[in-house]
């Protein structure tokens, strides 16, 4: 939706990924992020005359598999073409890439929306060496070029023109990376640039079927950044053209700090690229059985884990979506139920307590290791059978998250387990009543609320280690 109701924004999504492959797509230089500068180049990525490049087998094993996991067609037959553009990051001088026959073509990726799940067609995937990178800050009056990234293996994952919505852009790029990182084809790591997005859109009166002019977008490197830089550009593009303006096609860059787009330059065309086939390569010859191969190998991917969740685990669609975010998180939940545990109450404390913990740290449950599903499975255990109650349990799993030790060696080591015998809790409550008369008496005229006020003034006497359900037993029999 764009910013007047009048018009229909329309957006289409060009995906880099970088493939998880330990060598360059044509050499065999490092992948591996973060070396020194220029020191992962060989005499193929940095396009000495008379050096010859060799593909590499696993990205293409790595694009037919991503385009398996979003209902591809795979090309039996396709090839490389050079895409020529004069840029310092680019020493050939042209950037080998997959022109009019990529590997995968007309595929989709589901999302959901408010209105529900909504189809967005992927129209091509195909392979593309990456170009190096320019650094500018802290080098005087000149730039810096690192080749490291030159020959660096990418996806480009185009989608049709289906997204209406920055909403829409934003979670087509959380389900897509969800996808990359299960298959084991891309970290989706965008601060380091393994994962960027481009956006291509335009604004057109609604109801009307010819597309606007479209504006490419560049610079989005997060999620967030995605939606801000469409929500800016769909209300410039409005703007421009209720003030009758005519809308240029061009690439404008995201400046996140000033929170506008900027024009960068005039939007090529494929002709101005003199696109050709790759002479170096032969074309790419694919059989039917090594897809097959590639197809059995494919992982339980998201959709069909939340599915399976609703189902066999009969949890909430909210708590499949989350716990099937991420695969290393799955693969906890799961694990905790196999050794026993509730899925519920398991997956309630995954996504509150352990969330949280993580969140604050920045980290990863795989980052993670001291904190087992076991452990958590024996926690809820003891909420179950007395021993801790569900508020005493939170500073045992605090504990358990950070230390690793078992919950049965937290609770003794801070003197944490539930009072659960009447005769301990007798003398507290006697003594929280003898100390609030007036509120007594205003129980005993109606007021029940006050109730919890009492169980409240037990809790704190007793450090939280009162068992509720005596706890209001109890009260209630002394006041009534």
């Not at 002019?213 to 769909?234: D, G, H, P, Q, T």
């Not at 009969?314 to 290393?328: C, I, N, T």
């Not at 059978?385 to 950070?402: L, P, R």
């Amino acid at each position: 939706m764009s910013a007047n109701g009048k018009y229909e924004t329309v957006i289409g999504l060009e995906v880099h990924a970088q493939l998880l492959t330990d060598s360059k797509i044509f050499c065999g230089c490092s992948t591996k992020f973060g070396a020194d500068p220029n020191t992962q180049t060989c005499p193929v990525c940095t396009g000495m005359p008379g050096s010859l490049p060799v593909l590499n087998r696993k990205a293409v094993e790595f694009a037919i598999k991503t385009g398996l996991a979003m209902d591809c067609e795979i090309s039996l037959f396709s090839r490389f073409a050079r895409k020529n553009y004069f840029y310092p990051d680019l020493p050939k001088g042209y950037q080998i890439s997959q022109y009019e026959l990529p590997i995968c073509e007309r595929g989709h990726l589901d999302i959901k929306t408010s209105e529900g799940t909504k189809r967005i067609g992927i129209t091509r995937i195909h392979m593309e060496e990456d170009a190096g990178k320019n650094i500018h800050e802290g080098a005087g009056p000149y730039s810096l070029v690192d080749l490291n990234r030159a020959g660096v293996p990418l996806m480009e994952i185009v989608s049709d023109p289906d997204l209406r919505s920055p909403e829409e852009a934003s979670e087509y790029m959380r389900r897509l990376r969800t996808i990359l990182r299960y298959i084991g084809v891309c970290d989706g790591n965008m601060e380091q640039g393994s994962l960027r997005c481009d956006a291509n859109v335009s604004v057109r009166p609604r109801g009307q079927r010819e597309l606007g002019v479209k504006v490419e977008l560049k610079n989005m490197n997060s999620f967030r950044f995605v939606e801000k830089a469409l929500e800016y550009e769909i209300t410039r593009q409005t703007k421009a053209i209720e003030d009758g303006e005519k809308i240029i096609q061009e690439t404008r860059l995201w400046d996140s700090a000033a929170g506008v787009t900027l024009s960068m330059r005039t939007k090529e065309e494929a002709h101005d690229y003199r696109y050709f086939p790759e002479p170096d390569l032969v074309p790419i010859s694919v059989e039917k059985n090594w897809i097959e191969e590639i197809r059995k190998g494919l992982p339980e991917l998201p959709g069909q884990k939340i599915e399976r969740f609703i189902k066999e685990y009969q949890l909430p669609e909210y708590d499949s979506e989350l716990l099937a975010s991420e695969k290393p998180l799955a693969e906890w939940f799961e694990e905790a139920v196999k050794l026993g545990g509730n899925p519920k109450a398991a997956s309630n404390w995954i996504m509150g307590e352990l969330m949280r913990l993580l969140n604050e740290e920045g980290l990863s449950i795989e980052e993670k290791p001291a904190v087992k599903p076991a452990m958590l499975v024996e926690m809820i255990g003891l909420i179950e059978n007395g021993t801790i109650s569900g508020k005493i349990a939170k500073t045992v799993f605090e504990e358990m998250y950070k230390t690793g030790k078992q919950a049965k060696i937290v609770i003794e080591e801070k003197g944490l387990v539930q009072i659960a015998d009447a005769g301990s809790l007798a003398p507290v409550i006697d003594e929280i009543l003898a100390r609030n008369p007036k509120e007594v008496e205003r129980y005993k005229a109606g007021d029940e609320k006050l109730i919890g006020f009492f169980v409240g003034q037990v809790m704190r006497a007793t450090k939280g280690k009162a068992n509720p359900a005596l706890l209001n037993e109890l009260l209630k029999k002394k006041l009534s």
